[in-house]
């Protein structure tokens, strides 16, 4: 049932975007803008500063390039989650405990207009950046970046369900979500070993914003991680990484929610 109603939900959402295309180009051309002011502000800065630690432009494209594909997997397909405090405190949520399926999933699984257009421009800059820097594209790249992106999106999906299950003890979260993505898109655009150790730390075990970039650009390209000095071969740990902060997530959701339901008895 629930692959049913899932399947229903992206055919709506695919009947919208054809029915509503210059919306959907509206929102790819501002994509487009958002994504190239962010590689201009890295191209100009690598052009005051030739190489940062050790990571020269070409290097930083494909880092941000790799982030690029697990924020835009999340954000086609899990952004929805950030609706939840906002159907809690308007009373909507209510109705979602009394309906069969998980209420997470009704949650997520409303029909709205939810475009690709991050995805698909991620797609396209990582395969230019990956030609750019000269990565070898083998077997090993073809079968691991595919696992880094949607690793990366679990990651993505995980801190931000958090986020929103904290809307069961605090109503008004919205300035906690937008502080936490601003940090992400802000601290992921370089190699974490240009920050000071606690940030480093951070950045590698509590918000494992690291692992959607930075650890699998290092064992992709070959480099010396020079943030904790930890083996390049850390960055195969992505998709763990990105399932056990969703499991996590998604018990602390389970307790919210147990929270909620008393509350509304």
């Keep these: 049932m629930s692959l049913a109603a899932y399947l229903q939900y992206w055919r709506i959402n695919l009947l919208t975007m054809i029915e509503y295309r210059a919306n959907f180009f509206m929102w790819f051309g501002f994509t487009i803008v958002y994504h190239a002011t962010a590689i201009?502000?890295?191209?100009?800065?690598?052009?005051?500063f030739p190489s940062m630690n050790g990571w020269d432009f070409r290097e930083m494209a494909f880092l941000y390039g790799l982030w690029m594909l697990g924020h835009?997997?999340?954000?086609?397909?899990?952004?929805?989650?950030?609706?939840?405090p906002a159907m809690?405190?308007?009373?909507?949520?209510?109705?979602?405990?009394?309906?069969?399926?998980?209420?997470?999933?009704?949650?997520?699984?409303?029909?709205?207009?939810?475009?690709?257009?991050?995805?698909?421009l991620a797609i396209g800059f990582f395969a230019v950046a990956t030609a750019y820097v000269g990565a070898r594209v083998d077997v090993t790249f073809i079968t691991y970046v595919p696992l880094v992106m949607v690793g990366g999106a679990l990651i993505d999906f995980g801190i931000q369900l958090a986020i929103a299950t904290a809307a069961f003890w605090v109503i008004r979260i919205d300035s906690l979500r937008w502080v936490v993505m601003?940090?992400?898109?802000?601290f992921t655009?370089?190699?974490?070993s240009i920050y000071t150790r606690a940030v480093r730390f951070f950045l590698a075990f509590v918000f494992p914003f690291a692992f959607m970039n930075y650890f699998p650009a290092t064992f992709l390209l070959h480099k010396t991680d020079g943030a904790l000095s930890l083996s390049p071969s850390v960055g195969l740990l992505t998709p763990v990484v990105g399932v056990l902060w969703l499991a996590v997530a998604y018990?602390?959701?389970?307790?919210?929610?147990?929270?909620?339901?008393g509350t509304g008895s």
């Design 189 to 192: 655009r370089y190699p974490i």
């Design 88 to 120: 809690i405190q308007e009373g909507r949520f209510d109705r979602f405990l009394v309906r069969p399926l998980d209420p997470l999933f009704q949650a997520m699984t409303i029909p709205q207009q939810v475009w690709p257009d991050e995805l698909l």
């Design 40 to 48: 201009g502000a890295l191209w100009v800065t690598l052009h005051q």
């Design 182 to 186: 601003s940090l992400e898109q802000d």
């Design 72 to 84: 835009g997997f999340h954000n086609t397909f899990f952004f929805t989650v950030g609706d939840v």
């Design 251 to 261: 018990a602390f959701w389970r307790v919210g929610l147990n929270r909620y339901q």
